[in-house]
């Protein structure tokens, strides 16, 4: 872990001013990938959790949420005209469905 001075001051040792942050973490802050909000919302977090995970809100419904968005999928792609499954010998391309063509040989044989 390392200390991220919230301002980019290294002279500013404000309590309010630092956050702990993960290396990877502290470089995407530090090149404005990741917005301070983020940074003060996870700090006010771990003062409230005291550095420990708790997935429960977050994973509480986690189930049901997939169910229902499996549901929901299901009925709006039900009736869009999907194209069957590739028949044997077939070839997809591009998406679109295409069958393989025999095309007679020479001497009229297939």
């Known amino acids: 872990m390392t200390v991220a001075h919230l301002d980019h ?7 309010d001013n630092l956050a702990w942050l993960c290396p ?3 470089g995407m ?8 909000e983020a940074i003060k919302l996870m700090r006010s977090h771990w003062q409230q959790t005291k550095g420990v995970a708790c997935h429960k809100a977050r994973m509480k419904m986690a189930g049901a949420k ?8 299901a009925t709006a792609t039900k009736g869009m005209g999907h194209a069957a499954p590739l028949e044997q010998g077939a070839i997809a391309v591009s998406g679109q ?4 063509v025999r095309r007679p040989s020479p001497d009229g044989s297939a």
Not at 97 to 100: A, N, T
């Open 97 to 100: 469905r295409s069958r393989r």
């Open 66 to 73: 997939a169910a229902t968005t499996r549901k929901r999928t």
């Open 24 to 26: 990877t973490h502290h």
């Open 29 to 36: 802050y530090d090149c404005g990938l990741y917005p301070l």
């Open 9 to 15: 001051q290294p002279g500013n040792n404000d309590p």
